[in-house]
């Protein structure tokens, strides 16, 4: 695995993800020194048409779908891995994302106070070796478990004042504030951060990118 990961740094592969947990874990912890390029996808699939697990894999592979076909009409080169993510919170039958207001995400945190969900991240591995300009996809999706203490109305407000909810789906971040709400989990902690590291290494394929791990 860990030789994979030096094969991979040498690959120059892309992560189609502005979202800085994704990053962090990317360039910092498997220092894998991926180009950043964000999806321009609109995440706008319809909810009623998948389950939870459908939804985030085919959102992951249309984010990775949209860079890896933009930079080709950019004139670049296939690149030879576009990867490509997507977490969103489940609770019960209810998908949710990132709040829309501070409103939504206090609707959000008193619906998981004291209850289990699951947290779903899809990932999208795209290999520019396919024929002509199709890549090779394999898409693949992790859940893990989270347990809330019961979450107090104040508490809840307060920690809506501080803007960390905002820009994470189900309104918390594990690895902030939101920690504090968490009795425990089952599964990969870095799943619900944003991406299941554990899960990726064990995915990914350096053979396909033509590099031999040393």
Known sequence: MLSDLNALRTAHIILASGSPRRVDIFNNVLQLQARVEPSRFEEN??????????????TARQKA??????????????????VGADTVVVSGEHILEKPKSDDHARAMLIGLSGTSHQVCTGVALLYGCGEGN???????????EVEFAPLDPALIDAYIATGEPM???????????????VKGIRGCYQNVVGFPLHRFCAEVDAARLGIQAS
């Open 45 to 58: 699939l319809d909810k009623s048409l998948y389950t939870p697990v459908e939804y985030v894999k085919e």
């Open 134 to 144: 199709s890549p090779n996809e394999h898409v693949f999706a992790e859940t893990t």
């Open 167 to 181: 820009d994470k789906a189900g309104s918390y971040g594990i690895q902030g504030l939101g920690g504090v709400f």
């Open 65 to 82: 779908l949209e860079v890896f076909r933009r930079l080709i009409a950019e004139g670049e080169a296939p690149p030879k891995l576009v």
